[in-house]
Protein backbone atom coordinates (compact mmCIF):
# COMPACT_ATOMS: atom_id res chain seq x y z
CA UNK A 1 0.00 0.00 0.00
CA UNK A 2 1.20 2.77 -1.20
CA UNK A 3 1.37 6.37 1.27
CA UNK A 4 -1.44 7.47 2.29
CA UNK A 5 -2.54 11.02 3.70
CA UNK A 6 -4.01 10.82 7.38
CA UNK A 7 -5.52 12.84 9.98
CA UNK A 8 -5.40 12.16 13.77
CA UNK A 9 -7.65 14.27 16.11
CA UNK A 10 -6.34 14.15 19.44
CA UNK A 11 -8.46 15.80 22.31
CA UNK A 12 -6.22 16.64 25.81
CA UNK A 13 -8.03 15.52 28.82
CA UNK A 14 -5.67 15.78 31.85
CA UNK A 15 -2.57 14.07 32.13
CA UNK A 16 -1.11 14.51 28.61
CA UNK A 17 -1.68 10.35 27.71
CA UNK A 18 -3.60 11.35 24.86
CA UNK A 19 -1.23 13.40 22.96
CA UNK A 20 1.41 11.05 23.97
CA UNK A 21 -0.13 7.89 22.21
CA UNK A 22 -1.36 9.81 19.46
CA UNK A 23 2.49 11.67 18.72
CA UNK A 24 3.73 8.19 18.86
CA UNK A 25 1.48 6.78 16.39
CA UNK A 26 1.91 9.70 14.59
CA UNK A 27 5.53 9.40 14.01
CA UNK A 28 5.33 5.93 14.01
CA UNK A 29 3.21 6.49 10.65
CA UNK A 30 5.47 9.14 8.89
CA UNK A 31 8.36 6.39 9.40
CA UNK A 32 6.34 4.40 7.21
CA UNK A 33 6.39 7.03 4.32
CA UNK A 34 2.89 7.70 5.46
CA UNK A 35 1.47 11.90 5.58
CA UNK A 36 0.31 12.87 8.94
CA UNK A 37 -1.46 16.21 10.10
CA UNK A 38 -2.48 15.89 13.73
CA UNK A 39 -4.93 17.78 15.32
CA UNK A 40 -4.40 18.91 18.66
CA UNK A 41 -6.56 21.53 20.78
CA UNK A 42 -3.19 22.12 23.26
CA UNK A 43 -0.38 20.86 21.54
CA UNK A 44 1.77 22.78 24.08
CA UNK A 45 3.31 19.54 25.53
CA UNK A 46 4.77 18.54 22.45
CA UNK A 47 7.19 21.26 23.19
CA UNK A 48 8.63 19.28 25.85
CA UNK A 49 7.32 15.97 24.63
CA UNK A 50 9.02 15.82 21.17
CA UNK A 51 11.26 18.71 21.19
CA UNK A 52 13.07 17.88 17.41
CA UNK A 53 9.21 17.67 15.98
CA UNK A 54 9.04 14.83 13.37
CA UNK A 55 9.05 15.26 9.28
CA UNK A 56 5.99 13.69 7.67
CA UNK A 57 3.98 14.75 10.95
CA UNK A 58 2.41 18.34 10.57
CA UNK A 59 0.88 19.60 14.11
CA UNK A 60 -2.10 21.47 13.75
CA UNK A 61 -3.52 23.64 16.80
CA UNK A 62 -7.08 23.21 17.31
CA UNK A 63 -10.33 20.74 16.42
CA UNK A 64 -10.42 21.84 12.49
CA UNK A 65 -13.91 23.16 13.52
CA UNK A 66 -12.77 26.83 12.16
CA UNK A 67 -10.49 25.94 9.12
CA UNK A 68 -11.85 25.01 5.48
CA UNK A 69 -11.03 21.49 6.02
CA UNK A 70 -10.48 19.02 3.33
CA UNK A 71 -9.68 15.64 4.63
CA UNK A 72 -6.71 13.35 3.45
CA UNK A 73 -7.48 9.45 3.30
CA UNK A 74 -7.97 7.95 6.56
CA UNK A 75 -9.17 9.97 9.63
CA UNK A 76 -8.21 8.82 13.35
CA UNK A 77 -10.64 9.85 16.07
CA UNK A 78 -8.59 9.51 19.08
CA UNK A 79 -10.22 7.98 22.46
CA UNK A 80 -13.72 8.95 21.57
CA UNK A 81 -12.21 12.32 20.44
CA UNK A 82 -15.71 14.79 18.54
CA UNK A 83 -15.22 15.53 15.02
CA UNK A 84 -16.90 18.84 14.19
CA UNK A 85 -19.76 19.31 12.13
CA UNK A 86 -17.74 20.52 9.57
CA UNK A 87 -14.88 17.83 9.55
CA UNK A 88 -17.56 15.59 9.25
CA UNK A 89 -19.26 17.30 6.43
CA UNK A 90 -15.90 17.10 4.54
CA UNK A 91 -15.56 13.90 4.73
CA UNK A 92 -19.08 13.20 3.56
CA UNK A 93 -18.26 15.40 0.60
CA UNK A 94 -15.18 14.13 -0.10
CA UNK A 95 -17.04 10.26 -0.32
CA UNK A 96 -18.81 11.61 -2.84
CA UNK A 97 -16.22 12.83 -4.90
CA UNK A 98 -13.67 9.97 -4.79
CA UNK A 99 -13.63 6.30 -5.62
CA UNK A 100 -13.91 5.37 -2.26
CA UNK A 101 -15.10 6.71 0.63
CA UNK A 102 -12.43 8.64 3.38
CA UNK A 103 -11.84 6.22 5.81
CA UNK A 104 -12.98 7.01 9.84
CA UNK A 105 -11.01 5.18 12.63
CA UNK A 106 -11.59 5.56 16.13
CA UNK A 107 -8.70 4.43 17.96
CA UNK A 108 -9.96 3.57 21.33
CA UNK A 109 -8.30 3.19 24.84
CA UNK A 110 -5.97 -0.19 25.36
CA UNK A 111 -7.51 -2.66 27.93
CA UNK A 112 -6.84 -6.34 28.22
CA UNK A 113 -11.04 -7.47 29.12
CA UNK A 114 -12.28 -9.91 26.47
CA UNK A 115 -14.59 -7.40 24.86
CA UNK A 116 -11.51 -5.88 23.33
CA UNK A 117 -11.19 -8.92 20.76
CA UNK A 118 -14.79 -8.85 20.56
CA UNK A 119 -14.82 -5.28 19.06
CA UNK A 120 -11.89 -4.98 17.18
CA UNK A 121 -12.26 -4.32 13.77
CA UNK A 122 -16.11 -3.45 14.10
CA UNK A 123 -18.02 -1.29 11.77
CA UNK A 124 -20.76 1.34 12.70
CA UNK A 125 -22.75 3.02 10.20
CA UNK A 126 -23.40 6.58 11.21
CA UNK A 127 -27.66 6.91 10.44
CA UNK A 128 -27.93 10.66 10.60
CA UNK A 129 -26.39 13.78 11.16
CA UNK A 130 -23.50 15.83 9.14
CA UNK A 131 -22.13 12.21 8.83
CA UNK A 132 -25.00 10.78 7.65
CA UNK A 133 -23.65 7.32 5.60
CA UNK A 134 -20.21 7.67 6.57
CA UNK A 135 -18.96 4.24 8.10
CA UNK A 136 -16.84 4.50 11.42
CA UNK A 137 -14.63 1.78 12.46
CA UNK A 138 -13.34 0.90 15.45
CA UNK A 139 -10.07 -0.41 15.96
CA UNK A 140 -8.53 -1.23 19.89
CA UNK A 141 -5.14 -1.52 20.85
CA UNK A 142 -4.66 -4.87 22.86
CA UNK A 143 -2.35 -7.66 23.80
CA UNK A 144 -3.25 -10.31 21.93
CA UNK A 145 -3.31 -11.65 18.28
CA UNK A 146 -7.02 -10.82 17.61
CA UNK A 147 -6.99 -7.30 18.53
CA UNK A 148 -5.09 -4.31 17.62
CA UNK A 149 -1.71 -4.69 18.67
CA UNK A 150 0.64 -2.43 20.97
CA UNK A 151 3.04 0.65 19.44
CA UNK A 152 6.51 -0.20 19.17
CA UNK A 153 9.38 0.80 16.81
CA UNK A 154 11.03 -1.27 14.69
CA UNK A 155 14.29 -0.61 16.03
CA UNK A 156 13.24 -0.66 19.62
CA UNK A 157 14.74 -3.04 21.20
CA UNK A 158 18.04 -3.21 18.95
CA UNK A 159 17.90 0.54 20.72
CA UNK A 160 17.26 -1.01 24.20
CA UNK A 161 19.78 -3.25 23.72
CA UNK A 162 22.53 -0.63 23.36
CA UNK A 163 21.50 1.69 25.83
CA UNK A 164 24.27 2.37 28.24
CA UNK A 165 23.05 2.96 31.74
CA UNK A 166 25.98 4.61 33.43
CA UNK A 167 26.44 7.18 30.76
CA UNK A 168 22.64 8.01 30.74
CA UNK A 169 22.92 8.45 34.58
CA UNK A 170 26.47 10.89 33.97
CA UNK A 171 23.91 13.06 31.51
CA UNK A 172 21.34 13.39 34.09
CA UNK A 173 23.72 14.19 36.74
CA UNK A 174 22.93 11.39 38.83
CA UNK A 175 25.88 9.88 41.10
CA UNK A 176 24.64 6.53 40.78
CA UNK A 177 26.87 3.77 42.72
CA UNK A 178 25.47 0.25 41.18
CA UNK A 179 22.01 0.24 43.77
CA UNK A 180 18.81 -0.96 42.70
CA UNK A 181 17.03 1.68 40.53
CA UNK A 182 12.89 2.57 41.01
CA UNK A 183 11.52 4.54 38.45
CA UNK A 184 8.24 6.34 39.97
CA UNK A 185 5.32 7.91 37.04
CA UNK A 186 2.18 7.88 39.45
CA UNK A 187 -1.24 9.61 40.85
CA UNK A 188 -1.64 10.16 44.30
CA UNK A 189 -1.49 6.42 45.65
CA UNK A 190 -3.03 5.83 48.64
CA UNK A 191 0.24 4.01 50.42
CA UNK A 192 2.95 6.60 49.38
CA UNK A 193 3.83 6.80 52.87
CA UNK A 194 4.39 3.16 53.18
CA UNK A 195 5.93 2.63 50.13
CA UNK A 196 8.60 5.37 51.14
CA UNK A 197 9.47 3.71 54.36
CA UNK A 198 9.24 -0.31 52.93
CA UNK A 199 12.18 1.24 49.82
CA UNK A 200 14.43 2.81 52.89
CA UNK A 201 15.12 -0.30 54.35
CA UNK A 202 17.71 -0.99 51.97
CA UNK A 203 19.95 1.01 49.65
CA UNK A 204 18.31 2.13 46.67
CA UNK A 205 18.20 4.95 44.25
CA UNK A 206 14.21 6.38 43.75
CA UNK A 207 13.84 8.31 40.73
CA UNK A 208 10.75 10.27 40.32
CA UNK A 209 9.36 12.10 37.61
CA UNK A 210 8.29 15.65 37.16
CA UNK A 211 4.08 16.83 37.78
CA UNK A 212 1.46 14.66 39.54
CA UNK A 213 4.26 12.03 40.86
CA UNK A 214 6.99 14.42 42.30
CA UNK A 215 4.10 16.23 43.98
CA UNK A 216 2.46 12.99 45.23
CA UNK A 217 6.24 12.40 46.55
CA UNK A 218 7.13 15.63 48.12
CA UNK A 219 3.82 15.69 50.32
CA UNK A 220 4.68 12.07 51.44
CA UNK A 221 8.20 13.26 52.26
CA UNK A 222 6.48 16.47 54.15
CA UNK A 223 4.53 13.84 56.62
CA UNK A 224 7.25 11.16 57.33
CA UNK A 225 8.64 11.29 60.76
CA UNK A 226 12.36 12.81 61.20
CA UNK A 227 13.63 8.96 61.38
CA UNK A 228 12.32 7.22 57.98
CA UNK A 229 15.25 7.39 56.39
CA UNK A 230 18.03 7.93 59.00
CA UNK A 231 20.89 5.86 57.00
CA UNK A 232 19.91 7.66 53.76
CA UNK A 233 19.65 4.45 51.81
CA UNK A 234 17.29 5.32 49.98
CA UNK A 235 18.62 8.13 47.87
CA UNK A 236 15.81 10.43 45.66
CA UNK A 237 16.22 12.17 42.42
CA UNK A 238 13.30 14.67 41.27
CA UNK A 239 13.68 14.54 37.28
CA UNK A 240 12.89 17.49 34.85
CA UNK A 241 10.18 17.06 32.25
CA UNK A 242 11.27 14.24 30.01
CA UNK A 243 10.70 14.01 26.09
CA UNK A 244 9.31 10.80 25.07
CA UNK A 245 13.38 9.30 23.95
CA UNK A 246 14.41 10.49 27.53
CA UNK A 247 11.09 8.80 28.85
CA UNK A 248 11.94 5.54 27.76
CA UNK A 249 15.75 5.81 29.18
CA UNK A 250 14.59 6.42 32.17
CA UNK A 251 12.50 3.14 31.77
CA UNK A 252 15.54 1.31 31.02
CA UNK A 253 17.74 2.57 33.43
CA UNK A 254 15.68 1.54 36.54
CA UNK A 255 15.29 -2.07 37.91
CA UNK A 256 11.68 -1.39 38.81
CA UNK A 257 9.56 0.84 36.69
CA UNK A 258 6.11 1.99 38.59
CA UNK A 259 4.33 3.51 35.66
CA UNK A 260 0.51 4.90 34.92
CA UNK A 261 -2.15 5.17 32.67
CA UNK A 262 -1.30 3.70 28.93
CA UNK A 263 1.64 5.04 27.06
CA UNK A 264 3.78 4.56 30.08
CA UNK A 265 2.41 0.78 30.83
CA UNK A 266 3.25 0.15 27.55
CA UNK A 267 6.43 1.39 27.39
CA UNK A 268 7.33 0.02 30.58
CA UNK A 269 6.65 -4.11 28.91
CA UNK A 270 8.99 -3.37 26.45
CA UNK A 271 11.84 -2.04 29.11
CA UNK A 272 11.90 -5.65 30.42
CA UNK A 273 11.87 -4.22 34.16
CA UNK A 274 9.87 -5.71 36.73
CA UNK A 275 6.59 -2.89 36.54
CA UNK A 276 3.52 -1.94 39.18
CA UNK A 277 1.24 -0.29 37.26
CA UNK A 278 -1.67 2.52 38.36
CA UNK A 279 -5.13 2.72 36.78
CA UNK A 280 -6.41 5.77 36.36
CA UNK A 281 -9.24 5.62 39.02
CA UNK A 282 -12.80 5.67 37.74
CA UNK A 283 -15.47 6.17 39.63
CA UNK A 284 -17.67 3.68 39.01
CA UNK A 285 -14.49 1.34 39.65
CA UNK A 286 -14.61 0.03 36.27
CA UNK A 287 -10.15 0.08 36.61
CA UNK A 288 -10.65 -2.65 38.78
CA UNK A 289 -11.73 -4.97 36.32
CA UNK A 290 -9.35 -3.37 33.96
CA UNK A 291 -6.41 -3.90 36.85
CA UNK A 292 -7.38 -7.79 37.05
CA UNK A 293 -7.59 -8.43 33.16
CA UNK A 294 -4.35 -6.75 32.75
CA UNK A 295 -2.51 -9.06 35.10
CA UNK A 296 -4.32 -11.86 34.04
CA UNK A 297 -2.80 -11.38 30.73
CA UNK A 298 0.21 -10.96 32.28
CA UNK A 299 0.20 -14.36 34.31
CA UNK A 300 1.35 -12.36 37.11
CA UNK A 301 2.26 -14.16 40.59
CA UNK A 302 -0.02 -13.22 43.77
CA UNK A 303 2.51 -11.77 45.28
CA UNK A 304 2.49 -9.24 42.13
CA UNK A 305 -1.57 -9.70 41.71
CA UNK A 306 -1.64 -8.18 45.92
CA UNK A 307 0.88 -5.58 45.30
CA UNK A 308 -1.04 -3.94 42.93
CA UNK A 309 -4.37 -4.04 44.28
CA UNK A 310 -2.55 -2.34 47.66
CA UNK A 311 -1.06 0.07 45.09
CA UNK A 312 -4.42 1.04 43.82
CA UNK A 313 -6.22 1.49 46.79
CA UNK A 314 -8.22 -1.93 45.83
CA UNK A 315 -7.14 -3.53 49.18
CA UNK A 316 -5.99 -2.16 52.25
CA UNK A 317 -3.36 -4.21 53.71
CA UNK A 318 0.79 -3.43 54.45
CA UNK A 319 2.85 -3.50 51.19
CA UNK A 320 5.30 -5.82 51.11
CA UNK A 321 8.46 -5.05 49.54
CA UNK A 322 9.68 -5.09 46.12
CA UNK A 323 10.11 -8.87 44.76
CA UNK A 324 12.44 -7.66 41.62
CA UNK A 325 13.80 -11.01 40.31
CA UNK A 326 10.77 -12.64 40.22
CA UNK A 327 8.77 -9.62 39.01
CA UNK A 328 10.97 -8.87 35.60
CA UNK A 329 11.01 -12.60 35.03
CA UNK A 330 7.14 -12.14 34.46
CA UNK A 331 7.78 -9.45 32.39
CA UNK A 332 10.06 -10.31 29.94
CA UNK A 333 7.96 -13.78 29.65
CA UNK A 334 5.12 -11.17 28.77
CA UNK A 335 7.48 -8.98 26.27
CA UNK A 336 8.83 -12.00 24.37
CA UNK A 337 4.63 -13.39 23.74
CA UNK A 338 4.33 -9.71 22.61
CA UNK A 339 7.51 -9.87 20.24
CA UNK A 340 6.04 -12.72 18.46
CA UNK A 341 3.22 -10.78 17.26
CA UNK A 342 2.74 -7.78 14.74
CA UNK A 343 2.99 -4.05 16.29
CA UNK A 344 -0.15 -1.79 16.30
CA UNK A 345 0.75 0.15 13.21
CA UNK A 346 1.62 -2.97 10.77
CA UNK A 347 -2.01 -4.40 11.71
CA UNK A 348 -3.11 -0.32 11.28
CA UNK A 349 -1.68 -0.20 8.45
CA UNK A 350 -3.12 -4.04 7.17
CA UNK A 351 -6.76 -3.01 8.41
CA UNK A 352 -6.85 -0.36 6.16
CA UNK A 353 -5.39 -2.14 2.97
CA UNK A 354 -8.11 -4.90 3.75
CA UNK A 355 -10.99 -2.66 4.79
CA UNK A 356 -10.97 0.87 3.47
CA UNK A 357 -8.16 1.01 0.84
CA UNK A 358 -9.05 -1.24 -2.29
Not at 147 to 160: H, I, N, Y
Not at 179 to 194: A, I, M, T
Not at 256 to 283: C, I, K, M, P, T
Request: proline fraction near 6%; hydrophobic fraction near 50%.
Amino acid sequence: MGGLRWDIFCHVVDNFGDIGICWRLATQLAARQQSVRLWVDEPSALAWMAPAGCPGVQVLAGSGADVAYEPGDIVIAAFGCPLPPNVLAAMVRAGQQRDRRVGWINLEYLSAEPYVARSHGLASPVPGGAAAGVHKWFFFPGFTADTGGLLREPDLLQRRLRFDRAAWFASQGIAWAGEPVVSLFCYEPPVLDQWLAAMAQSPRRLLVTDGRAASALRGALAAMPASWNRDQALKISFLPLLSQVEFDHLLWAADANFVRGEDSLVRALWSGAALVWQAYAQSDAAHHAKLDAFLDWLHAPASLRRYHRIWNGIEIAPLPDIEMTQWRAVVEAARARLLAQEDLVSRLLGFVAEKLVK
